[in-house]
């Protein structure tokens, strides 16, 4: 499935203590995962430019399939 992003990430984002640079690194990671109205149906993560990872269920809340494209944000 390919991520169709409908922001930047927030690269000001603060770290966990103890985990610095990676958790911001996997902090802008995650994506939300959107149905056609924008509403929030789940999460995924950033695989690669332009690839999210998540779960099949996540993609039907979405209204799509296998293969579609799939509407994401990245949190704020």
């Known amino acids: 499935m390919v991520g169709v992003a ?3 990430p927030d690269s000001g ?3 966990v203590r103890g985990f610095g ?3 911001r ?3 802008s990671a995650v994506v939300q995962v959107l149905a056609g109205d924008d509403d929030v ?3 995924g ?3 690669d430019e332009g ?3 998540t779960c099949p269920h996540v993609v039907r809340a979405a209204g799509c399939g296998p293969g579609d494209e799939v509407k994401v944000r990245f949190p704020q």
Do not use: C, H, I
């Open 6 to 8: 409908a922001e930047e």
């Open 13 to 15: 984002r603060g770290g």
């Open 21 to 23: 640079d990676r958790q």
């Open 25 to 27: 690194s996997w902090a």
């Open 41 to 43: 149906v789940g999460a």
């Open 45 to 47: 993560f950033l695989a």
């Open 51 to 53: 690839v999210v990872v």
